[in-house]
């Protein structure tokens, strides 16, 4: 078992652990930068290192009725028909260099998307306020259905979305929703949705099942020490660090 994959699914863990975001926008980077991975393949194996992990707190948060069923299912009906005809269309074009470069692209936009909604989650909850005025309760439905659809292409596209960027949708959307229950239903629409893109990249090919394993041994118990850490470190180094590697990250996958 590679000692390397292990730390690295620790620490990517402990991050988890710590800010409840970052999973996939930095192990995805790491894939390709220590592992080699290509761009498909590192994308293929992340969707099932978020989805896999992602299943423990999804219940949890079940069990203590976290989860908003009409949202749920509202943002299901928009990512799961997305993410199935993303993964349609690279079955059927292949994955020809063309769409690597177009992986690599929305790999590296939703890195620097994701540090942008962690670096200002405290504000998405004020603008999503204002956007009520505009946004009477019997549209809402049916944003959040497209939010859905947006989520669905990019997780199938880059492994990254349904965690901070998924939750900063719902609070733009739904501003008065309680924070747990924000909390709950963002993981539970992340579980079936990376599973299911991860099915559809497993389908080509797109998994280094070794390298899941190996990362999965770390990571599980990094949760559990992340979660420790939260209430000694601030809030606002434990963002600061993440936001920083995210947004290089994403400036390096990009150039």
């Known amino acids: 078992m590679d000692f390397i994959a292990v730390l690295i699914g620790f620490g990517v863990g402990a991050i988890v652990g710590m800010t409840g975001v970052g999973g996939g926008s930095l192990m995805t980077p790491l894939m390709l930068g220590v592992f080699g991975l290509p761009p498909a393949v590192a994308i293929g194996t992340d969707l099932w290192f978020a989805g896999l992990t992602k299943i423990s707190g999804s219940i949890a948060h079940w069990r203590q009725q976290h989860i908003d069923n009409d949202i749920l299912k509202q943002l299901l009906m928009g990512s799961i028909p997305a993410a199935l005809a993303t993964i349609a269309l690279m079955h059927a074009t292949g994955v ?105 990249h497993a389908t080509l090919g797109h998994v280094d099942w070794l390298l899941l394993v190996t990362l999965l041994v770390g990571s599980i118990p990094g949760i559990w020490v992340g979660a420790q850490l939260t209430r000694k470190l601030p809030d606002r180094l434990v963002r600061g660090f993440l936001c920083t590697a995210l947004v290089t990250a994403g400036v390096k996958v990009i150039y």
């Not at 809402?140 to 669905?152: E, F, I, Q």
């Not at 596209?157 to 709950?184: F, N, Q, Y």
Request: hydrophobic residues 55%; aromatic residues 4%; charged residues 10%.
């Open 96 to 200: 020809t260099k063309a769409w690597a470069s177009a992986l690599t692209l929305a790999l590296g936009i939703a890195l620097l998307i994701t540090a942008v909604t962690v670096a200002y989650r405290q504000a998405w909850h004020a603008v999503g306020l204002k956007l009520e005025r505009w946004l009477p309760q019997e549209r809402k439905a049916a944003w959040t259905v497209a939010s859905g659809v947006v989520l669905g292409v990019l997780v199938s596209l880059s492994s990254i979305g349904a965690g901070a960027i998924g939750a900063t949708l719902i609070l733009l959307l739904h501003p008065r929703i309680e924070t747990r229950r924000l909390v709950g239903t963002d993981i539970a629409h992340a579980v079936p949705l990376t599973l299911v893109a991860g099915i559809g």
